[in-house]
């Protein structure tokens, strides 16, 4: 029980729940539990440990991994099988294609003398995921102590509240356990629990002190915290090693690495650049700064006429067909915006998002607003799709339309924008919400 | 952590194939031999992935490995799982470990065994879920089966954001390589394949326009580029018959003393021949229109002089490039084919943008010049040929000069500075007056410094160089023989238009079918026409709707026409006959997408094309 104690920080009360639950070996223990809980609150960890330290014959399974029923099944079953029988002999594969058979080798399987006695467990990891899966499943995992007339419990382990996993036939109501989001004490606490042994726990207590500090604000994940505090912890010491400061020396400590933090915040934490790569940043002492992350590459190179497509795309998507001949036919007499204003129309187009529009009104937009004359070669259509597959255009409707397809631009003004820049347009000029 | 890393390329995709081919050869080669590239059509869902996946992981051990291998390779299974996957790869690698490690330990000394590397070509259009799953079913498995996952990006890296969760996205490792802007590979090729005197073909100005053009404009596809370039060689050998000469100037020089007297009387039908031979004498005109012999020797001292010229052309071109590519607004093109377009039209010093961009020269500022003169120095040494020697000492000499200018400047400086006088104090009139009248004295006495003097001897000298060895191919003997012009059967191949093609099939079968009865002046329709070229003209006169009822009698109207003066009746057989052609040419233009059942009236069609009426 103190092994318990000392693996499992700040989870004290879910844990008694858990094993008051659990009871004795022999004792049946309720049909199903289910544990949610935000990302990184412990789920997972919590039910592994307890069952590993108590010894509990029990079967843990990734419910992502198994996309079909079939390898879900059969994967319980062969972990149940291992359980039962020693190291050496290795058990034959079953094949289990539905439900109905899988209660009945779980029958089979748990009638041996190891699992005889005892509960059997069986947990399911990301259980979101059942509920892609054939309807039966839930509900049958859900009474699976009914069904095989066995001492089994099954645990569900997901991030989504019961609610949204109720099927609508109704069905057997589990236990429903929450685990609560650390609070940043049980943050503090659990992150110097892993200090270096080269340095005192209080140094590096005062160290996640200032990462929390930095951190707590835009990321609560503890997975996340403890790379980050691996990660950042040399150039912490680096004054303590190098005899600038002493281990007591908080404030010196504090202003070499709270630019450092923040900096990090921007790149490693978004995943900006990689950890390897910030490590050797560290080590070479040079300015983060010149490391350009993943976001300072948004320049994207397309062919002149590609550009003019997107561009025309663009236009086609957020004006009303029938502002073209205001913005595209050279004598088109005065209109003011006033005039043709239908009323739905009033509403900003860029905040309706892309409407779609035929590859014949593409076609003509790009014809007037490329200066030279574009014939209808196959290299433009080439490039249309091309587009398509960058997914700067998508395609509306069946992917095998012959005539008339119809696009919708997906792209952002901002990017649209810098696209006209290069081919020196004034895309503003042409588009009907800025009018 | 699955590591993994992100190319970014152009938006070409058949560049890409290459480039990942030769990728996937040297990872083999250095890395691992587990390389496996997957397709997004491939792979609809998880389930297939990993099928894939497995499939090809379970193949390339097989190609490399021994056969003892194969034994080890589990039986076909209908369901494919990362957990069968992976004790897969650990009784492989732990069979095949030990022999890989003692060769490879540099490489791969971070993992035990060589990971597992997967290449998505185009991350851009796998679905979003299946990425999302499989990278957290993979992290689960990442100690017994060490991943890395190569994406291919042809848009910006932004696009892993939208792809992925953070959720996700935190559990790699993304690292960025950047391959080379395509524009940069362009410019490589030019270099290395056009602006060398080392290979006899060239191509004249349009043909080069017409290949880049589609190479900026449409694909951005080096590959392609290098097809065209392939093209034009094909067309240069296969239309011009003097391009037997087109090779080494030894060799061409044996080819010359073969010539059969048809082949001559070719050379003499070239225009820049005729041109040459005007500008002779007399006696010499005669000589070389009647003797072959003389024809013979004279063409191989006319190939060596091209030869010769084409050798000190690229070396001036550079140079001039070097000089031109500083400048403020690129007069003549910041790269080296916009100035190798220019410079292959006509004379480049006729040109306003030379003209400006000599006055642009002459405001340089020292170490600029300097610069420059250094690089020309380094571009003229480098040549093996001695024929710009001279001219090459003569840059030398201009640098040493301008490295002693540094001496004499400040003595100058001194004169200059006794020179100008303190003002006095004065009202503001005098003051005018006696500012215009230094003004005066400046210009009329003004005594160009050292360093300007030199500077206009550098940009004279390089005018004087442009203008001798900068003349425009048309202008030598003999140019036809390696310049490529056919610039329209190059667009005609590479950039086709189907459209126009099936419009002028349709609208004027003649230049196709080269029937002469088809042969017709514009807008009328013969009779005799193939029934779709019909129905397709009457239908380029309607709107977008199309009464069929009308279409069928203009189309009877038309097919009958001749006949009619015969006899004036049609039976109903006839009627029935020239009905079924009109509903079969209908159905035919339908399958080539002209037109299409509507359902806004029962007995029309809609017209999917514009125009043409």
Request: charged share 25%; hydrophobic share 40%; net charge neutral.
């Amino acid at each position: 029980m103190s092994h318990l104690e000392g693996a499992v920080l700040c989870r004290e009360a879910q844990v008694s729940a858990l094993q008051a639950l659990f009871g004795e070996r022999h004792h049946f223990s309720f049909p199903s539990i289910f544990i949610y809980g935000h990302t990184a609150s412990g789920k997972t960890y919590v039910t592994q440990t307890l069952l590993k330290t108590l010894e509990l014959p029990h079967v843990f399974v990734n419910c992502v991994e198994c996309f079909t029923l079939r390898l879900l099944l059969e994967q319980i079953l062969n972990k149940l099988s291992r359980l039962n029988s020693s190291e050496a002999e290795c058990p034959t594969e079953v094949t289990c294609e539905t439900f109905n058979d899988f209660v009945r080798l779980f029958k089979q399987v748990t009638n041996t003398e190891n699992l005889k006695d005892q509960t059997v467990y069986i947990v399911l990891d990301k259980a979101e995921y059942l509920r892609d899966m054939e309807a039966n499943l839930l509900p049958g995992f859900l009474r699976l102590q009914e069904l095989t007339d066995r001492n089994v419990t099954v645990i569900f382990l997901s991030e989504i509240i019961w609610e949204k996993f109720r099927p609508n036939t109704g069905c057997f109501e589990p236990f429903v356990l929450y685990f609560p989001d650390y609070s940043i004490g049980n943050l503090q606490k659990i992150l110097s629990h892993d200090h270096p042994p080269e340095y005192s726990a209080d140094f590096y207590a005062a160290y996640i002190n200032i990462l929390l500090g930095v951190f707590y604000t835009v990321c609560r994940d503890l997975k996340e915290l403890r790379h980050l505090a691996v990660l950042n912890f040399p150039k912490y010491c680096e004054p303590v090693v190098k005899g600038e400061a002493g281990e007591r020396d908080t404030r010196k400590l504090w202003r070499n690495i709270e630019p450092h933090l923040k900096k990090a915040m921007q790149t490693v934490y978004l995943r900006e650049i990689s950890s390897s790569q910030w490590e050797k940043l560290q080590k070479d002492d040079t300015d983060p700064g010149q490391l350009k992350g993943l976001s300072a590459y948004t320049h994207v190179e397309l062919p002149y006429y590609s550009k003019f497509i997107l561009i025309a795309a663009y236009l086609a998507s957020y004006n009303p067909a029938r502002t073209d001949r205001r913005f595209f036919l050279k004598h088109h007499g005065k209109i003011k915006k006033t005039n043709f204003l239908k009323k739905h129309e009033k509403t900003s187009n860029h905040l309706l998002g892309p409407k779609p529009f035929p590859l014949d009104r593409l076609l003509a937009i790009l014809y007037s607003i490329v200066d030279s004359r574009v014939a209808p070669t196959a290299n433009i259509f080439s490039q249309i799709t091309s587009l398509v597959t960058l997914q700067l255009l998508t395609i509306v409707g069946h992917d095998d339309q012959l005539d008339g397809p119809k696009y919708k631009c997906t792209v952002s003004l901002d990017f649209i924008r810098a696209i006209a820049r290069t081919v020196n347009f004034d895309i503003i000029k042409y588009l009907y919400d800025f009018l | 952590m699955a590591t993994d890393e992100i190319r970014n390329r152009g938006v070409n995709v058949t560049d890409h194939d290459l480039i990942f081919r030769s990728l996937t050869e040297t990872l083999q080669n250095n890395v691992t031999p587990y390389i496996v590239s997957l397709q997004a059509k491939d792979c609809p869902d998880v389930k297939h992935f990993l099928q894939k996946l497995t499939s090809q992981l379970m193949d390339c051990c097989v190609d490399g490995k021994s056969k003892e291998v194969k034994s080890v390779k589990t039986p076909k299974k209908t369901n494919y799982s990362m957990d069968s996957l992976s004790s897969w790869y650990m009784t492989v690698a732990q069979a095949t470990g030990p022999k890989m490690t003692i060769k490879k330990r540099t490489t791969s000394s971070q993992w035990q065994f060589p990971p597992v590397v997967i290449i998505l070509k185009n991350m851009e259009s796998f679905s979003t879920k299946v990425l999302q799953d499989f990278i957290i079913i993979s992290s689960q498995h990442r100690h017994e089966f060490p991943l890395i996952l190569i994406f291919g990006i042809a848009t910006s890296p932004v696009i892993i954001h939208r792809l992925l969760p953070h959720a996700v996205s935190s559990l790699l490792c993304i690292e960025l390589f950047q391959s080379l802007s395509c524009k940069e590979h362009l410019a490589v090729i030019l270099d290395q394949l056009l602006l060398t005197a080392q290979f006899p073909f060239k191509i004249s100005k349009k043909a080069l326009q017409v290949l880049t053009n589609i190479f900026l404009y449409h694909d951005f596809s080096i590959q392609n580029f290098i097809k065209g370039l392939k093209l034009s060689l094909l067309e240069h050998f296969y239309l011009q018959p003097l391009s037997v000469l087109c090779c080494d100037l030894p060799e061409a020089k044996k080819r010359i003393k073969f010539l059969s007297v048809n082949q001559c009387e070719n050379i003499r039908r070239l225009p820049s021949f005729r041109r040459y031979v005007e500008k002779q004498a007399s006696g010499k005109q005669v000589a070389l229109l009647t003797n072959d012999t003389v024809l013979k020797e004279e063409t191989q001292l006319l190939l060596e002089d091209l030869h010769v010229y084409h050798m000190n052309y690229f070396l001036v071109l550079r140079c001039l490039h070097n000089f031109t590519s500083c400048l403020p607004k690129y007069p003549l093109g910041r790269q080296i084919r916009e100035l190798y377009c220019t410079c292959l039209e006509n004379n480049v010093w006729d040109s306003e943008e030379y003209a400006s961009a000599l006055q642009l020269l002459r405001m340089l500022a020292k170490d600029e010049l300097m610069s420059i003169l250094q690089k020309c120095f380094e571009v003229l040494h480098s040549s093996t040929t001695k024929q710009l020697g001279s001219t090459t000492q003569k840059v030398k000499d201009f640098l040493t000069q301008f490295q002693n200018l540094d001496a004499d400047s400040k003595e100058e400086e001194d004169a200059c500075g006794s020179q100008s006088k303190g003002l006095q104090k004065t009202d503001l009139y005098h003051l005018q007056k006696s500012l215009l009248e230094m003004k005066e004295l400046r210009r009329t006495t003004k005594k160009q410094t050292k360093f300007e003097m030199l500077r206009e001897n550098v940009v004279n000298f390089m005018d004087n160089l442009v203008r001798s060895y900068l003349l425009p191919p048309e202008s030598q003997p003999l140019h036809e023989v390696v310049y490529f012009s056919a610039a329209h059967t190059l667009r005609e191949h590479l950039n086709a238009a189907p459209r126009i093609a099936l419009h002028t099939a349709l609208n004027n079968p003649y230049y196709y079918l080269k029937n002469e009865a088809l042969k017709s002046e514009e807008g009328c329709i013969p009779n005799i026409a193939p029934d779709i070229c019909i129905a397709y003209k009457l239908h380029l006169e309607c709107s977008r709707l199309i009464n069929l009822v009308d279409w069928s009698e203009a189309f009877a109207t038309v097919v009958t026409a001749a006949e009619k003066d015969a006899n004036s009746t049609i039976s109903e057989e006839m009627n029935e006959i020239i009905h079924a052609r009109f509903i079969r040419a209908v159905s035919e233009l339908e399958l080539l997408g002209f037109i299409k059942p509507t359902k806004q009236k029962t007995d029309h069609v809609a017209r999917l094309t514009w125009g043409g009426c």
